[in-house]
């Protein structure tokens, strides 16, 4: 038999999104207002539960966090609990130390653990699950790519950052003629680029899901400045990699996941700039993306979510994640869902070949570089 709920604790892993900070709100009011239970947050991630650094959470400490970006928790994602290495642990080498996070969990007499994660943070708590532990995640990440959810924390905001950026790009790439590269964050999912791009106008969009022709920008950029247009916007996701070549990242680490991306766009500035008489410029908009004020549907989001976590948890239910079906700007579709977390473990989701968004943006014009491209471009 399961014990009652009386405490829970709540963590942020991996790296911040706008919108935490309401997730946070809304577990604590939840938690404290509907069910009389104590909440704990530790601190950066999954590290303060392996090491116990907690603090208790009240109403007061979630005054004013609606607005705030970032996470007052703190995150990090490298704090992995199945290999993690730490000075005050003394070990050499990263070693196994997911029974090191249960023992602290049980020193705080914690009952349950709100994961706020995106797809790695929440395949540790599956992992975790899995040790016997009652979790449930919450779908965190600007990047949009945790299976099981149509929106993630964090999203909107980043897509309405990269779209300002876009749009602010467009008058100065007219104003000099120029071919602007913008490159934006989600490793190996290309969301914020292809929203950002549609929404920003981009006229060329890069995905980590369709390798691009290098030679494809160049014939878009030439058919444009035949029709009077000197300029052209190249939205250019992290990720994503040319024909037959590779995603440009530094590797932090043995693990598939420990990857620092970022610099295509100056590698694709440097080849463009020999194969085209127009300047080519990069703009790599990085962390901005992360940071700011969360957007209402952030907000609403984080809160639905937050709020959602806990209910499930006193409902009795574990080992899932609290998720979106259908768009939250449709109300009347929009629904929260319990998904199993082995389900949100099976790796990221990626946008798939047959989105409807890549019909629309080949229907206006906009270029995927791809060497067999029919489409007349904007
Ligand atoms: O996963 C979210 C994300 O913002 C990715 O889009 C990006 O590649 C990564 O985090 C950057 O992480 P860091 O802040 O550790 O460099």
């Known amino acids: ?33 509907r069910y009389g239970w104590q909440v704990v947050g530790f601190a950066d991630g999954y590290e303060g539960a392996i090491l116990g650094r907690a603090r208790e959470l009240g109403l007061d400490d979630v005054r004013g966090l609606l607005v705030r970006g970032g996470t007052i928790l703190g995150a990090s994602n490298r704090a992995n609990p199945f290999h993690f290495q730490h000075p005050e642990l003394g070990d050499a080498e990263p070693r196994d130390h997911s029974r090191t996070l249960l023992a602290t969990l049980e020193q705080w007499n914690i ?4 994961v706020i994660g995106g797809e790695g943070s929440l395949t540790i708590a599956y992992r975790l699950h899995e040790l016997g532990l009652r979790v449930v995640g919450v779908p965190k990440t600007i990047d ?9 924390i964090g999203f909107d905001t980043a897509v309405c950052t990269a779209t300002e950026a876009i749009d602010r790009l467009h008058t100065t790439a007219e ?3 120029r071919v602007m590269l913008v490159e934006l964050m989600g490793r190996d999912a290309g969301w914020i680029a292809l929203h950002a791009g549609v929404a ?9 899901e369709l390798p691009f022709s290098p030679e494809r920008i160049v014939a878009v950029v030439e058919a444009r400045r035949k029709r009077g247009r000197h300029f052209t916007i190249v939205a250019v996701a992290e990720g994503a990699k040319p024909i037959g070549g590779e995603a ?15 610099g295509l766009s100056v590698v694709l500035q440097q080849q463009l700039s020999t194969l085209l008489p127009t300047e080519v410029r990069a703009v790599v908009l990085g962390h901005l993306q992360r940071g700011g004020t ?3 549907r952030d907000r609403t989001l984080a809160t639905a979510l937050g709020a959602a976590a806990v209910e499930t948890l006193a409902l009795g239910d574990h080992g899932v994640m609290v998720a979106v079906r259908g768009h939250p700007s449709g109300q009347a579709t929009w629904g929260i869902v319990r998904v199993p977390l082995a389900e949100v473990a099976r790796g990221p989701r990626l946008v798939p070949l047959n989105h409807p968004l890549l019909a629309t943006a080949r229907d206006i014009g906009i270029s995927f570089a791809q060497p067999d491209e029919e489409q007349a471009h904007g």
């Open 111 to 114: 009952d349950a653990l709100v």
């Open 1 to 33: 038999m399961t014990t009652r709920i009386r405490r829970i604790g709540v963590l942020t892993g991996g790296g911040d999104a706008p919108g935490l900070n309401a997730a946070i709100r809304a577990v604590v009011k939840t938690a404290i207002l």
């Open 144 to 152: 949009n790519d945790v299976r099981g959810t149509t929106a993630t």
């Open 294 to 296: 969360p957007t209402p």
């Open 248 to 262: 440009v990242y530094e590797r932090l680490g043995p693990l598939p996941y420990q990857r620092k991306y970022g």
């Open 175 to 177: 104003s000099h003629h």
């Open 200 to 208: 920003g106008g981009a006229d060329v969009i890069l995905l980590p």
